[in-house]
């Protein structure tokens, strides 16, 4: 993965730094760190007494974000923890509240080519999909082990596939003669189901898409973790501080809209994006990746 993240390319880089109101000694915490793109944008706006925080699940992420932030006048401070623990983190480290809470909820490049990691269906991988390898769940102890029934719910409404019972039918069965161990081997259960290729394009997303995103959810608990750190912000961010939250699919969007709506009508947010920020076209020419990406900004009253 080493030569990963220099290909990483942070989205909507210059639209957020269009929203932001940050001043050299604001305290920033950047929720998902990554390879830091976006947290080296936000430190050219700080000054020796701004402090940056950074969390990730991710160990290598970790270590690459600690390089790049090196140097730098503001304080940083790196922990490895889940959005989910951002209000534990913020008092681990004794800071009461942030002027800026930001998440990027998609993955790196450099996780979806790392090997380790078993998160792309491009590359032969073990189908692994822990963003943090301390958790115990792969995405091969879901496919192999859930029942049909449940593997057909979970790729629906996690992936929103419509063809879920198919798909799950296809698992089970071609599970009976040998454990479905890698990427390309469930891509191929896939589309047997469907009756396509691995190369087929009868629409704009690959026919595994769906299936991948629901397997990488429910192995990282990305949805109730992402319930627990919107619930979070709120009592975490200083009067007229912000919080940013980029999502990249229908499900994670929803949940930050409606997070904002509801925190508006008890007074407590003023959302600042009436409507999503996306990348314009030469973005989108640039960085393929930016296509889905949606960005929602409140500010604390």
């Known amino acids: 993965m080493n030569n990963m993240p220099a290909e990483h390319k942070p989205v ?7 929203q932001l109101k940050l001043k050299s000694d604001s305290v920033v915490v950047d929720a998902t760190i990554g390879f830091a793109g976006h947290s080296r944008m936000f430190a050219e706006s700080l000054g020796r ?10 160990q290598k992420c970790l270590e690459f974000a600690r390089q790049s932030l090196s140097n730098l006048p503001c304080k940083v401070l790196l922990l490895r923890r889940n959005f989910a623990e951002i209000a534990d983190c913020l008092n ?20 979806l080519a790392d090997i380790d990691r078993g998160l792309s269906f491009q590359q032969d991988m073990k189908l692994d999909m822990r963003l943090d390898d301390r958790l115990d769940v792969t995405a091969a ?19 929103q596939e419509r063809a879920s019972r198919r798909i799950a039918r296809s698992i089970v069965h071609y599970r009976k003669a040998a454990k479905i161990k890698t990427t390309t081997g469930l ?10 290729s691995p190369t087929s394009r009868r629409s704009k997303i ?12 429910a192995v990282n608990n990305e949805l109730e973790n992402l319930s627990e750190f919107l619930e979070a912000i709120p009592l975490l961010l200083k009067k007229d501080g912000r919080a940013a ?8 969007d929803k949940m930050v809209k409606e997070n904002f709506r509801q925190n508006k009508t008890a007074g407590v947010y003023n959302i600042i994006t009436k409507k999503p920020i996306m990348a314009l076209r030469p973005e989108v020419l640039e960085n393929p990746r930016s296509r ?6 409140a500010e604390k009253l």
Do not use: M
Not at 96 to 103: G, H, K, M, S, T
């Open 49 to 58: 007494e701004g402090v940056l925080i950074g969390l990730d699940v991710d």
């Open 187 to 196: 891509v191929d259960v896939i589309c047997r189901a469907l009756g396509c």
């Open 292 to 297: 889905s990406a949606k960005l929602r900004i």
């Open 92 to 111: 681990q480290v004794g800071i009461e509240a942030a002027d800026l809470i930001f998440a990027d909820l998609g993955i790196c490049s450099g996780q």
């Open 141 to 159: 102890d879901i496919v192999n082990g859930r029942d049909e029934k449940d593997l057909a719910d979970l790729i629906f409404k996690f992936g």
């Open 206 to 217: 690959h026919p595994a898409t769906k299936t991948f995103q629901a397997l990488r959810i």
């Open 12 to 18: 909507l880089a210059q639209r957020i730094r269009d």
């Open 245 to 252: 939250v980029i999502s990249f699919h229908s499900l994670e």
